[in-house]
């Protein structure tokens, strides 16, 4: 293996050698080195190899070059463990073998089937698919495979841990016998190697990474939070990491679906890929991801098998993965092909244990970090605020507005009104919002809002960019209704809808009221900023004396209770629960604003 450097020692025929530097990679990876000539030899091979190294390639290259002959028949099939890396490897096969006549066919569930015995019927040499639908086809005598010259399990290890085995087993015995098997796994459990005994012959065993499957070229940061990976700790991680596109994995596919609304509500650019989604939506996604329209795909370990998006600069394990496998496998969805990157975890007090098991398993030590506390992160902000205003403070003025801003620094109440322009221009807050009741107690706005309730988000992104625009949801295609601040001194004769009562809404009681002095702009821009609710989900703000009523979307209340469970509103928790409405407290007490979606 030591004298095969380059792509020239493989002797590889004219079109291959166009395609290749075509595809502009310039040296084999060291497992194309390896595997190259035995694989052109048409031998068995089981290859260990870690994920992100070329493997595509290295049985693509030999197959296409040597294996495959110019009949039009089916002669090579490679099984994936989804659909995501099926089509990765259908577009490397197309990529490589684009100047010899290969007609390539994806076949995964799905996906029309009457259209992939088109494909087929029209003469593919090529056949990339998941076990299920290839089955099927195997099956219902729709795929012939009398011809097939070779069959390559891709990941084999992933198809075991899906439930695979089966189908793997049943196809494996349907192809003619003389066929060679390509076997590439990660790593090699025993099932991997009881199915390799069955089905090649005298297999030759090239192991690339014995020793350690994980990917070189990835830092490993870890940062202990005592919620482990909720959306507000999330978004802190992305101001303090700033990364450019990242792969966020999640334990369950609800979760993805939330911590995608929440990137989207704070501002990113960020789409969910789970099992639940229907085909067309998963390749809608990917294709976003790929194009580089979505920069934080949220995924469970499932959806994003395979998944090669070589910008991928951070995978962030939102959820901490329960066995060190998958956290080798996650991780080396960045730090592809010898590019380096970063996977960060959020580690809850659950997490501990799996963490010591990858040190013990794959000598994985990630560089421990602490999040932000609360009066860090608000003087952060505080500091970008100060930078973002000045940097958009560098455009023209007029002379009338320099001569009055010096007059105005002169002033006694300088720092009031500065405080007064900067509440209406920068922060949004109207008149009555901003107005408390009795001047003298107003809270200092910040320290309303403690921990995970600080929106990082809300500030320029970590790159100095302006937020991003939110990638675009069908949701929300429709215009949100004007909002408007209206301010009720509570009269107990006129009736009043209380939160909750409007259609599709629920009523949220917080144990913060006007002691603490809670406002309702605050209160609204809280629910928002904790990363759960877009502006049409929260509706009418009333608040108390010790309470604090709000109207949030029905959908959205059980993750709002859990999330708002440690925030805390000028040092007193907000102690978040579903308001009794009919016996609310203080039901007759003052209310001093509220605040509506309605356009009324
Ligand atoms: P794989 O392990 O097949 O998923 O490949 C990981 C990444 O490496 C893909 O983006 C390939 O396009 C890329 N790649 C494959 N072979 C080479 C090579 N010889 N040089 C540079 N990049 C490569």
Request: proline share 7%; aromatic share 4%.
């Amino acid at each position: 293996m030591s004298e095969v450097q380059t792509f020239e020692s493989f002797g590889l025929s004219e079109p291959v050698r166009r395609a290749v530097a075509e595809v502009g990679y310039p040296t084999p990876t060291p497992v194309q080195q390896a595997t190259f000539q035995t694989i052109a030899e048409g031998k068995d091979v089981i290859v260990q190899s870690r994920t992100g190294s070329g493997k595509t390639a290295a049985f693509a290259l030999p197959l296409i070059d040597r294996v495959i002959k110019p009949a039009r028949n089916v002669q090579v099939m490679v099984l994936c463990p989804t659909r995501e890396l099926a089509l990765q490897v259908a577009g490397e096969f197309e990529r490589l073998g684009k100047y010899s006549e290969l007609g390539v066919t994806p076949i995964y569930g799905g996906a029309g089937m009457q259209q992939q015995i088109d494909a087929l019927k029209a003469g593919a040499k090529v056949v990339v698919g998941t076990p299920g639908r290839m089955l099927d086809h195997l099956r219902r005598k729709t795929l012939d495979v009398s011809n097939l010259r070779a069959i390559v399990l891709d990941e084999g290890d992933e198809m075991l841990s899906m439930g695979f085995a089966e189908e793997l087993n049943a196809i494996l015995g349907m192809l003619p016998k003389g066929r060679q098997a390509l076997i590439f796994s990660a790593t090699m459990p025993d099932a991997m190697s009881r199915m390799a005994a069955r089905h090649q012959r005298e297999p030759v065993t090239i192991a690339l990474s014995s020793d350690n499957v994980a990917p070189s070229g990835i830092e490993h940061h870890a940062y202990f939070s005592a919620s482990g990976g909720s959306v507000p700790d999330l978004l802190k991680v992305l101001e303090i990491e700033k990364p450019k596109a990242a792969l966020v994995f999640c334990n369950t596919k609800a979760e993805t679906e939330l911590v995608a609304r929440g990137l989207q509500n704070a501002g990113y650019r960020a789409e969910y890929l789970n099992g639940d989604l229907a085909q067309n939506d998963r390749e809608r996604v990917m294709g976003l991801l790929r194009e580089e329209r979505v920069d934080f795909l949220v995924a469970t370990d499932v959806a994003a098998r395979g998944i090669d998006v070589p910008h991928l600069s951070h995978v962030i394990h939102c959820g901490f993965p329960e066995s060190p496998e998958a956290y080798v496998h996650r991780s080396g969805r960045t730090g592809r092909a010898g590019r380096t990157g970063t996977a960060i975890s959020l580690i809850g007090p659950h997490d501990i244990g799996n963490l010591y098991l990858l040190r013990l398993t794959y000598g994985i030590r990630p560089i421990e970090r602490t999040l932000p506390s609360a009066a860090e992160n608000r003087t952060r902000i505080e500091a970008a605020r100060v930078e973002s205003l000045v940097a958009a403070a560098s455009g023209k003025v007029s002379d009338d507005a320099l001569v009055l801003a010096k007059r105005l620094l002169t002033h006694d109440d300088a720092e009031r009104a500065v405080a007064w322009l900067v509440d209406r221009f920068v922060m949004g807050v109207r008149e009555e919002e901003a107005m408390p009741p009795v001047p003298s107690e107003r809270p200092s706005a910040p320290a309303a809002v403690a921990a995970a309730a600080e929106a990082p988000a809300r500030e320029p992104r970590a790159n100095g960019r302006p937020p991003r625009e939110r990638a675009p949801r069908r949701e929300r295609a429709e215009p949100e209704p004007e909002r408007k601040i209206e301010v009720h001194h509570a009269d107990p004769k006129a009736p009043e809808a209380t939160p909750g009562e409007e259609v599709g809404m629920e009523s949220l009681e917080l144990a913060v009221g006007r002691r603490e002095g809670v406002r309702a702009g605050e209160v609204a821009r809280l629910l928002r900023d904790v990363g759960l609710l877009a502006k049409s989900e929260v509706g009418r703000i009333h608040v108390r004396d010790r309470v604090t009523l709000v109207s949030v979307s029905a959908e959205k209340i059980d993750e709002l209770l859990e999330v708002l469970a440690d925030v805390k509103y000028n040092d007193v928790p907000v102690a978040p629960k579903r308001a009794d409405v009919a016996s609310a407290p203080e039901t007759a007490a003052p209310v001093i604003a509220a605040e509506t979606a309605t356009a009324d």
